[in-house]
């Protein structure tokens, strides 16, 4: 069992940044991949980003690549997402989850542990 916890949305004008983070507890930590996922009004939920237990690979969605950069410290039990160029289109709830399967795919099936979720508004 893996308990995460988000942190660091907030309300940031178009072009901002926010770096938000999430804390494991539970079982190691350094075993899972890690990804972060949001979900819109009235949407459904979207792949952003993604990283192997060991940090040597990453996935994002096209339309983050270049503004988004996932990230982890496994001696601290964390995951990051730095997000930067914000626009008023990233606006959503930023969840991470976790999964020891195989490897790193963009689909929210494939994941096993969730966080509840921290809101990031971008305003226009």
């Known amino acids: 069992q893996v308990q995460l916890v988000e942190s660091g949305g907030g309300l940031v004008p178009t072009g901002g940044s926010l770096k938000l983070s999430c804390v494991a507890s539970?079982?190691?930590?350094?075993?899972?991949?890690m990804a972060w996922f949001r979900r819109a009004p009235r949407k459904e939920s979207e792949f952003v980003a993604a990283?192997?237990?060991?940090?040597?690979?990453?996935d994002y969605v096209d339309s983050v690549k270049g503004r988004f950069t996932i990230s982890r410290d496994n001696t601290k039990n964390t995951l990051y997402l730095q997000m930067n160029s914000l626009k008023p289109e990233d606006t959503a709830v930023y969840s991470c989850?976790?999964?020891?399967?195989?490897?790193?795919?963009?689909?929210?099936?494939?994941?096993?542990?969730w966080g509840q979720g921290t809101q990031v508004t971008v305003s226009s």
């Open positions: 990283i192997t237990w060991s940090g040597d690979r990453t």
């Open positions: 539970g079982r190691i930590f350094s075993s899972y991949h």
């Open positions: 989850a976790a999964t020891r399967r195989g490897d790193i795919v963009p689909a929210s099936k494939a994941y096993d542990y």
